[in-house]
């Protein structure tokens, strides 16, 4: 047996004679670390959106915020979102919004919590100096703005230039069946959209990095 690496919980061998071509190329599937979720008060694993959110927020490698930074109670209803059962084409169900990915801490936090906001159509506002976190659904008015409000005039722009335009979304997601690499996504298109724009397909890429899920 020869030592090919050395790991925290021991020493990595391989047989030569039964890899006389070298090396074996070695995968792991592997959990994350534990989340701590504020609705319950108990730390386990999980992949829940919000919770990974959170914990990023709050971690000694993320932005280091305090609990006193958080809004808890947005990040409960976050939570909660993420967790609702989406049925299916095939009436399986699953989470609505999960995040299964690894970072290298070389990203810079902005483009981290990007990523992490991807897998939820999320939002992060910081309104009076706390973080309040925004799930992808619809959320029931509680006021109505009219233009009194306004601080100044408006400017209107006619018509946004064709670059900003787009009839259909094509990209990509981490797929499990293909070792966890980016992979398309079936296009949406919308033909309606098309007839609209002059009968032309304008695609809108996207990139979804802790999104496993082709439905999702």
Request: aromatic letters at 8%; proline letters at 6%.
């Amino acid at each position: 047996l020869n030592t090919v690496g050395v790991t925290k919980r021991g020493i990595l061998l391989w047989d030569a004679d039964a890899f006389p071509r070298g090396i074996p190329n070695i995968k792991a599937r592997v959990r994350g670390k534990k989340l701590y979720d504020p609705r319950s008060g108990l730390t386990a694993w999980s992949d829940n959106w919000a919770l990974a959110c959170r914990d990023y927020l709050t971690s000694s490698d993320g932005l280091r915020c305090t609990d006193a930074e958080l809004d808890d109670v947005a990040i409960m209803a976050a939570a909660n979102i993420a967790d609702e059962a989406v049925t299916l084409a095939d009436d399986a169900t699953e989470a609505r919004y999960t995040v299964n990915a690894a970072f290298d801490l070389g990203m810079t936090p902005r483009a981290i919590m990007e990523a992490l906001l991807s897998g939820g159509a999320g939002t992060l506002t910081w309104p009076g100096g706390v973080y309040t976190l925004h799930a992808g659904a619809y959320d029931a008015p509680t006021l109505d703005i009219d233009a009194d409000m306004l601080r100044g005039g408006l400017a209107v722009r006619a018509k946004p230039p064709k670059q900003e335009l787009y009839n259909a979304v094509r990209g990509t997601f981490i797929d499990p069946a293909q070792n966890w690499q980016p992979v398309d996504f079936p296009p949406a298109t919308n033909a309606t959209y098309e007839v609209q724009d002059g009968g032309l397909r304008l695609f809108r890429d996207m990139a979804f990095p802790v999104t496993n899920s082709s439905a999702r």
